[in-house]
């Protein structure tokens, strides 16, 4: 909506436009009306929309035809005043004054016109009957006014009907010689029908109308009244009500009625609050919210925007078979003005056997579309109205922004849910199949893909302890000889080669050398083909050794060429690194069963970390009394003199042999310092007994249990 309003007052000399902007201002006929009359601002707070407006007079005696043509570009809205009681001015507005008009303005950006007949209170009758033809010939005017600037009469409903011609105009909702709404209205108000259409059952019960009610007017409607509003649809339309519930058709003739009455704003304050602006397009700042994303920080869907769009998938998910046939997709999508997903799409996501996008694809490319091209999310959720239908100020609700990955790698722990997966490998040495195979998909399936539906990317979910993440990856094609920063920005990096081909590694150890030697991405070496016979590998060293060499996990076999669905475990592991890239993780098969899996859980535990930092305070306590009474005794030693000692050898029986001050392997008495020293160590023993007793304890029952 615009945010001011700009009206100006045209006709012949003494029509009394001056008057009517006096009358206006001081409530009250002026006795002595200047030629013209100043610019005049009335306050946004004054005025009925909460709008400012701007009233300009025009004076053919004070101004040239150059300041008019000026003014007339900068109007919204134009009032040419006629007197009723002159029938020469009210030729003058046909004759001269709208084709003058219209010959400074463009075309297809008519200014509204509003016909305003003064002087009412001269004349008994009205001369609507000589307007209305005129009315019906110029479709620009919008309405007619009579007023009368000396009694006050609809003065302040002329410039009110003024204000309304600019803020709520009729031109782009309806064409008045057809008599019926234009295309893009019944466009744009066809997508809010199907937004509001909550179960998408084609009909609007009450609590759709009601909830759609107090979205666009913050007010619900009294049974009663919408009784009364399915009353009005039911007389005039023999398909305007279903099942109680208000059809598209029905929903279509209430707004052409609201227009025919002249209640556009009604149907004005419903489209502005789904998006559109002026021209019935949705606005840049409904699409595309402000979200502010710092560097090495990734977007994710919330939790809310996961539910929004399981609705919006239940919906359309007609069949109730958890996949969205074609003409299932087709319908979900009506609400935008092209189709976003094209065919790659089906081979990016999970399918069924036919094709078809699974709920758990859906997400998986609404997670992928989020992580890659967030502000294209923020479109496709404005055009399924994420802000109106789950109460938000912007679709940017439906975004977090995770924190830094350094601040990740500093706390060795992350709160992220996607994670991105770079695989690099030498033409034929896999890298499409093993993308595939993530999707569930064995060698014989990927060879009925079409080539030109292709796709580079492929996401999906794996369960690593427990906890479901999103393992997005991506088939890397170096343009150049150098990577650009996108080909390098991953959590976890994937070398393919194929164990068939003896030049296939040498790319793998190429690419790790030059860009992933020194970085803190992990890496991985996969070893595709594993069905075929393996060959050495043109190398100076070998896939293993150079793993070794380089503290790399060892190359994981792989192969797709199987009767069933390809195993997940790889992608595990990949997933397990990518959550984990700090932990130099020695066991890869993240299964949660084998001794290492559960010793990890256990040691990375919070009850066994706090119960190690208690052990730690109780050990390092001890051993700080134990090195001051230690000090204390050499300190008292060093200070003995040679008479003392002498002296200490004739009564032997009750002192220290002096050579256990000198020699510390001799045998001498227990002090009451050593007695408190080996008690302690007595009882740090008995607890480690314990305790590892205890968690061998607690380790076979894991066991019994898996």
């Known amino acids: 909506m615009r945010k001011d309003v700009r009206i100006l007052l045209v006709g012949e000399p003494k029509v009394g436009k001056t008057s009517l902007i006096m009358s206006l201002v001081s409530e009250e006929f002026p006795d002595e009306v200047p030629l013209r009359a100043e610019e005049i601002t009335i306050p946004a707070d004054v005025t009925p929309e909460r709008v400012p407006t701007h009233i300009v007079d025009y004076s053919e005696a004070e101004q040239s035809d150059e300041q008019l043509f000026q003014e007339i570009s900068k109007a919204n809205v134009i009032c040419i005043v006629y007197s009723v009681n002159n029938k020469k001015s009210i030729e003058k507005v046909t004759s001269h004054w709208i084709p003058l008009i219209n010959d400074r303005t463009d075309k297809d950006s008519r200014v509204p016109l509003i016909l305003v007949g003064n002087k009412s209170d001269l004349v008994e009758h009205s001369s609507m009957e000589t307007i209305l033809p005129i009315m019906n010939q110029y479709t620009e005017i919008e309405t007619c006014v009579e007023c009368s600037a000396k009694n006050l009469k609809n003065i302040s409903e002329l410039f009110y009907y003024a204000q309304k011609a600019v803020l709520h105009p009729t031109g782009p909702l309806y064409c008045p010689e057809e008599k019926e709404m234009k295309p893009p209205c019944i466009k744009s108000l066809t997508r809010i029908f199907k937004v509001s259409d909550l179960d998408n059952d084609g009909i609007l019960n009450d609590n759709e109308l009601n909830f759609f009610q107090r979205t666009c007017f913050n007010t619900p409607l009294a049974s009663q009244a919408l009784e009364d509003v399915k009353n009005v649809v039911r007389k005039n339309m023999t398909d305007g009500v279903r099942d109680n519930g208000l059809t598209l058709k029905g929903f279509l003739f209430l707004h052409t009625l609201f227009i025919q009455r002249g209640r556009h704003e009604t149907t004005w304050t419903v489209l502005r609050r789904f998006g559109y602006d002026d021209d019935l397009e949705l606005t840049q700042d409904y699409l595309f919210p402000p979200l502010k994303i710092p560097p090495d920080c990734t977007t994710e869907l919330s939790h809310n925007a996961y539910l929004f769009l399981q609705s919006v998938f239940d919906k359309h998910d007609k069949d109730r078979d958890c996949a969205l046939s074609p003409d ?109 195979s993530f999707l569930g998909r064995n060698l014989m399936r990927q060879r009925t893909i079409r080539e030109d539906h292709k796709s ?251």
């Open 328 to 436: 299932e997709l087709k319908d979900l999508f009506k609400v935008f003005p092209y189709m976003p997903w094209g065919p790659d799409v089906n081979n990016t996501v999970c399918t069924n056997d036919q094709g078809w996008i699974t709920y758990q694809g859906y997400l998986s490319q609404w997670t992928l579309t989020t992580y890659l091209d967030v502000q294209r999310c923020l479109e496709y959720l404005g055009y399924l109205g994420y802000s109106i239908i789950c109460e938000q100020e912007s679709q940017a609700a439906a975004i977090t922004v995770t924190r830094d990955k350094k601040i990740d790698l500093q706390k060795k722990q992350t709160q992220r849910n996607v994670f991105r997966c770079n695989i690099f490998g030498a033409r034929g040495s896999g890298k499409s199949g093993f993308l595939q």
């Open 456 to 706: 580079y990317y492929a996401i999906n979910t794996t369960y690593v302890y427990g906890q479901e993440k999103y393992l997005l990856l991506h088939e890397v094609f170096p343009e150049s000889e150098f990577l650009s920063e996108t080909d390098l920005c991953c959590d976890v990096v994937c070398l393919v080669y194929d164990v068939s081909n003896p030049q296939s590694f040498e790319y793998c150890a190429k690419m790790f050398k030059q860009y992933f030697m020194d970085s803190k991405t992990p890496c991985m070496v996969i070893a595709t083909k594993s069905d075929l016979p393996e060959v050495k590998q043109l190398y100076s060293l070998s896939p293993l050794d150079f793993c070794r060499k380089h503290k790399m996990p060892p190359p994981q076999s792989f192969t797709c060429n199987t009767a069933d669905a390809p195993s997940k475990d790889i992608y595990i592991k990949l997933t397990t690194m990518a959550m984990y890239p700090h932990a130099r993780l020695r066991c890869l098969c993240t299964c949660n069963r084998c001794t290492f899996c559960i010793c990890q859980n256990l040691l990375n535990s919070e009850l066994l970390q706090s119960v190690k930092a208690k052990l730690y305070t109780a050990v390092l306590s001890r051993l700080r009394h134990c090195v001051e009474e230690l000090a204390a005794l050499f300190l008292v030693e060093e200070e003995s003199s040679l008479i003392h000692l002498v002296h200490a050898i004739s009564h032997v029986e009750a002192s220290i042999y002096i050579e256990a001050s000198a020699d510390p392997f001799t045998p001498r008495h227990v002090t009451q310092a050593d007695l408190k020293s080996s008690t302690f160590w007595l009882r740090a023993s008995v607890g480690a007994t314990v305790f590892a007793v205890l968690g061998f304890a607690m380790y076979r029952a894991l066991l019994k249990q898996r």
